[in-house]
């Protein structure tokens, strides 16, 4: 199946954060995107959650991830906030709660290709006893 997303990706620099050290938290996360720095954020954009996914399987989170996606879904897009101090280090971590003094990364996701929650589906499939459940196991 053929993915048709565009995600946007804002994180705020502080006064005290390195711009590139921003840049770096967003890149680990998302290694496709290309980064630019406006007016005290930190913006980039992608087309693919590949790597994203790989860490969601990795770190055994794929349950709390489809809970972000879906509970922040608003018609065909998802949003959902990542901690900076975790993504510089190469590690998923939902904001959830009140906001880190530093700002979270924010992501928006609007998916053309196929459905939101076939998208859904392939980036964090569902689970059973902590492991993916594939739609092939079902038929």
């Known amino acids: 199946m053929i993915y048709s997303i565009d ?9 005290t954060e390195i711009a ?3 840049a770096t938290a967003i890149t680990n996360i998302f290694p496709g995107a290309e980064t630019d720095e406006q007016h005290g ?8 959650l590949d790597h994203f996914s790989e860490l969601l399987h990795r770190q055994e989170i794929l349950d709390t991830a489809r809970g972000e996606f879906l509970g922040n879904r608003r018609g065909n897009t998802l949003a959902f906030d990542l901690k900076k101090q975790a993504a510089f280090e190469g590690v998923v971590n939902f904001a959830v709660g009140n906001p880190d ?7 928006r996701v609007r ?3 196929p459905s939101v929650e076939e998208f859904v ?3 964090a499939p569902p689970t059973e ?3 993916p459940v594939t739609q092939d196991d079902f038929e």
């Open 111 to 113: 998916v053309e290709q």
């Open 7 to 15: 995600v946007q990706i804002t994180a705020p620099v502080t006064d």
């Open 20 to 22: 590139d050290r921003v």
């Open 121 to 123: 589906d392939h980036v």
């Open 129 to 131: 006893e902590g492991k």
């Open 101 to 107: 003094e530093l700002g979270d990364i924010h992501v």
């Open 41 to 48: 954020e930190v913006v980039a954009e992608t087309h693919s």
